[in-house]
């Protein structure tokens, strides 16, 4: 069985020194450590793109405890900024105070993140059909600032998917250790 030296210490620090009262939208954490299965890690904010650094924090502690390696913590993080945005920005408008979840899994090939949200669903034939296209090096302004999220997901992530599950939609993506550079390897 896991003692209290395997809770992680960003869920931690949440559990034992919660946000204060008065701050709307605080961010709640819930850590799940079953003795002989997978961990899930929990977590409740508001629509507040300041509460995603906490957010990101806690999760990539999380993977970290699972395993994952850095570059595999880099990934996790810039997906979760990316789908957790999308979900503030595109399911809600922008509109602050709506609820977001995200829940982390860990399984032994890797870890499972799903943001959920209440607001516009996303079709999933928008994120089968996603793409990046290069940028022309000679003319930078051909790069895109914004519009490259559900492209770098399904780049860099193992699987992507999303859905709207009892009136919730969900984006789930999954990590595994070295995907990125195992799918690198395999295009040479």
Not at 98 to 121: L, M, T, W
Request: charged share 25%.
């Amino acid at each position: 069985m896991i003692g209290d030296s395997g809770v992680l210490p960003a869920a931690r620090r949440l559990r034992d020194n919660p946000p204060r009262a008065h701050r709307a939208g605080a961010l709640r954490a819930r850590l799940n450590v079953a003795p002989n299965g997978p961990s899930r890690l929990t977590l409740q904010f508001s629509s507040d793109l300041a509460e995603l650094p906490r957010a990101s924090a806690a999760v990539r502690a999380f993977a970290a405890r699972a395993g994952l390696e850095e570059e595999d913590l880099l990934r996790t993080e810039l997906l979760l900024s990316e789908v957790v945005t999308n979900a503030i920005l595109h399911a809600y408008g922008g509109a602050a105070g709506q609820p977001v979840e995200v829940e982390a899994e860990a399984a032994p090939d890797g870890v499972s993140v799903c943001v959920f949200n209440r607001g516009e669903p996303l079709d999933p034939a928008r994120l089968a059909s996603a793409s990046m296209p290069l940028p022309d090096p000679k003319h930078p302004a051909t790069l895109p600032e914004n519009g490259r999220g559900l492209a770098l997901v399904k780049e860099l992530a193992a699987e992507a998917a999303c859905g709207i599950t009892a009136g919730r939609n969900w984006f789930r993506f999954v990590i595994r250790p070295g995907t990125r550079k195992d799918r690198d390897a395999r295009e040479l």
